[in-house]
């Protein structure tokens, strides 16, 4: 009996760590994942951008932060020159696009989100997600894991800190990618709900950005898209490139981005975000579920799990 038992956990632990260490599907890892393109930004003429034109149809963030030169070229967000903050300060740009396009694509069915994302700098550079619902402003949770996936194949993932997003390799061209149990909600407590709360504003957040607009840097954002086994794939010209064959390891980053050793704790949040009503509102932005994509997690999980099982094979053979 004792054996049959011992057996039993073992299996039980063994399964356990298979499943939490499994990885989860993306447009380029199941081809049971269809995509659902949501926003391209097509209908955007060329044209400077005024971060601070309300008319314009952006949402940016605290207003003591300089903004980027920036300008709509061919369909694409490109940002060509921010040199930093005065004193190396740590930087954090928030903004989200009006627009009507992401408001009518089809969410149901998703597991999460993406965008295209260049970085054309010779820095990593450290981009998320800020997307906003019309209950809903959404960003990855601390410790929580973001992907990217260059157009070669390349997976870079990163922990999200304060100051850390997707950390974007010097050079590199591809997709970001986030589920939704990753989100957390700033405007309302508990798990975020595509199918009750669309996406209403494609969101963004750079952190320690720099880009040397005198010889021709530029950080491109565009096509965001939503992905899941059940969504309405748009995809048949293939704007969102499934043509990619994923590098079985995960390279980190080659530096990260320069921080000053004295600096100040991070921004609260935005000051200027949209109107909302916040009557039910908490006070403090809610926990979201831990990331299934942090595997170390998992694995320390597994070994406390393993510690039990011998722990209960010491009792068993004293009885």
């Given at each position: 009996?004792?054996?049959v038992?011992?057996?039993?956990?073992?299996?039980?632990?063994?399964?356990?760590?298979?499943?939490?260490?499994?990885?989860?599907?993306?447009?380029?890892?199941?081809?049971?994942?269809?995509i659902?393109?949501?926003?391209?930004?097509?209908?955007?003429?060329?044209?400077?951008i005024?971060?601070?034109?309300a008319?314009?149809?952006?949402?940016?963030?605290?207003?003591?932060y300089?903004?980027?030169?920036?300008?709509?070229?061919?369909?694409?967000l490109?940002?060509?020159?921010?040199?930093?903050?005065?004193?190396?300060?740590?930087?954090?740009?928030?903004?989200?696009i009006m627009?009507?396009?992401?408001?009518?694509?089809?969410?149901?069915?998703?597991?999460?989100m993406?965008?295209y994302?260049?970085?054309?700098?010779a820095?990593?550079?450290?981009?998320?997600?800020?997307?906003i619902?019309?209950?809903?402003?959404?960003k990855?949770?601390?410790?929580?894991?973001?992907?990217?996936?260059?157009?070669?194949?390349?997976?870079?993932?990163?922990?999200?800190?304060?100051?850390?997003?997707?950390?974007?390799p010097?050079?590199a061209?591809?997709?970001?990618?986030?589920?939704?149990?990753?989100f957390?909600?700033?405007?309302?407590?508990?798990?975020?709900?595509?199918?009750?709360?669309?996406?209403?504003?494609?969101?963004?957040?750079?952190?320690?950005?720099?880009?040397?607009?005198?010889?021709?840097?530029?950080?491109?954002?565009d096509?965001?898209?939503?992905?899941?086994?059940?969504?309405?794939?748009?995809?048949?010209?293939?704007?969102?490139?499934?043509?990619?064959?994923?590098?079985?390891?995960?390279?980190?980053?080659?530096?990260?981005?320069?921080?000053?050793?004295?600096?100040?704790?991070?921004?609260?949040?935005?000051?200027?975000?949209?109107?909302?009503?916040?009557?039910?509102?908490?006070?403090?932005?809610?926990?979201?579920?831990?990331?299934?994509g942090?595997?170390?997690?998992?694995?320390i999980?597994?070994?406390?799990?393993?510690?039990?099982?011998?722990?209960?094979?010491v009792?068993?053979?004293?009885?």
């Open positions: 009996m004792k054996k038992i011992l057996v039993i956990l073992t299996v039980l632990a063994l399964t356990f760590t298979l499943a939490s260490a499994q990885e989860r599907d993306n447009p380029w890892n199941s081809t049971d994942i269809k659902q393109i949501a926003e391209t930004f097509s209908s955007r003429g060329d044209a400077a005024e971060w601070d034109d008319a314009s149809g952006y949402w940016t963030g605290q207003a003591f300089e903004w980027p030169d920036a300008q709509w070229k061919n369909g694409q490109v940002l060509t020159n921010f040199p930093g903050l005065a004193g190396n300060e740590p930087s954090r740009f928030t903004f989200r627009t009507d396009e992401i408001s009518n694509a089809d969410i149901s069915g998703s597991i999460g993406g965008f994302v260049e970085n054309n700098t820095k990593v550079q450290s981009i998320g997600f800020y997307m619902g019309s209950a809903s402003c959404l990855n949770k601390n410790d929580t894991v973001l992907t990217f996936v260059d157009l070669n194949g390349t997976v870079t993932e990163s922990v999200v800190t304060d100051q850390d997003m997707a950390m974007i010097a050079g061209k591809g997709y970001v990618i986030v589920y939704y149990e990753d957390m909600n700033l405007w309302a407590q508990g798990a975020y709900d595509p199918s009750a709360d669309p996406i209403g504003a494609p969101g963004f957040e750079i952190t320690n950005m720099l880009i040397d607009g005198e010889i021709g840097e530029s950080i491109v954002i096509n965001v898209f939503y992905f899941g086994k059940d969504c309405n794939d748009n995809n048949s010209e293939n704007l969102i490139d499934r043509n990619i064959t994923l590098s079985a390891a995960t390279v980190p980053p080659t530096e990260e981005p320069e921080t000053p050793t004295d600096e100040p704790s991070a921004p609260a949040g935005d000051t200027t975000e949209p109107a909302v009503d916040t009557t039910d509102a908490p006070t403090t932005a809610p926990e979201a579920p831990k990331s299934n942090n595997v170390i997690i998992y694995v999980s597994a070994v406390i799990l393993l510690g039990a099982i011998a722990a209960a094979a009792i068993l053979k004293k009885k």
